[in-house]
T-cell receptor, first 113, second 111 residues
């Protein structure tokens, strides 16, 4: 079974703090994604990566950055957390071509005070 | 207009009934279509892909209407375990792995 793990289930941070969300997948998938999920807005893509050290902006990249130094690990960074970044963050991975199923991690509920 | 639109529900349906959801998409160039299921406080998981000719997986049937740009999901003989939020998902560009998710339709099966 594909397994996607995220470093924390719940996180509480203060405005202005630097926040790191980590995601690891164990199926050698090329693609990795970061989404946020908010009520009434659904899942929105923040960033994705199709290879090590490669990244592309999604629909809402402002205020976020990412890092992919190893194939299995994709990090989401909030340089200076703000209250409007309070959300559920979901990481996903998929194979590069053809079969588009994305496998999701359990999510990190981030609260910024 | 949203790229993918769904009726948010909730749909409250008695056990054993048949229920159907529709979803519309705005980009006529969309190539791949899916239904994902998300249980309360859990991550989304692929329920089924949607093929041009329509496809069935047990009690679940998915249909695609390209002319009208909508996809549908039919659940027959609904079970309590079908209670979840169903997300309509569209791949925006062929070969590109970016997916657009609808906001979901919430379904509750009542005993």
């Amino acid at each position: 079974d594909v397994k996607v793990t995220q470093s924390s289930r719940y996180l509480v941070k203060r405005t202005g703090e630097k926040v790191f969300l980590e995601c690891v997948q164990d199926m050698d998938h090329e693609n990795m994604f970061w989404y946020r999920q908010d009520p009434g807005l659904g899942l929105r893509l923040i960033y994705f990566s199709y290879d090590v050290k490669m990244k592309e902006k999604g629909d809402i990249p402002e205020g976020y950055s990412v890092s992919r130094e190893k194939k299995e690990r994709f990090s989401l960074i909030l340089e200076s957390a703000s209250t409007n970044q309070t959300s559920m963050y979901l990481c996903a991975s998929s194979l590069l071509t053809g079969y588009n199923e994305q496998f999701f991690g359990p999510g990190t509920r981030l609260t910024v005070l | 207009r949203k790229e993918v639109e769904q009726d948010p529900g909730p749909f409250n349906v008695p056990e054993g009934a048949t229920v159907a959801f529709n979803c519309t998409y705005s980009n006529s160039a969309s190539q791949s279509f899916f239904w994902y299921r998300q249980d309360c406080r859990k991550e989304p998981k692929l329920l089924m892909s949607v093929y041009s000719s329509g496809n069935e997986d047990g009690r679940f049937t998915a249909q695609l209407n390209r002319a009208s740009q909508y996809i549908s999901l039919l659940i027959r003989d609904s079970k309590l375990s079908d209670s979840a939020t169903y997300l309509c998902v569209v791949n925006r560009i062929f070969g590109n792995e970016k997916l657009t998710f609808g906001t979901g339709t919430r379904l509750t099966i009542i005993p």
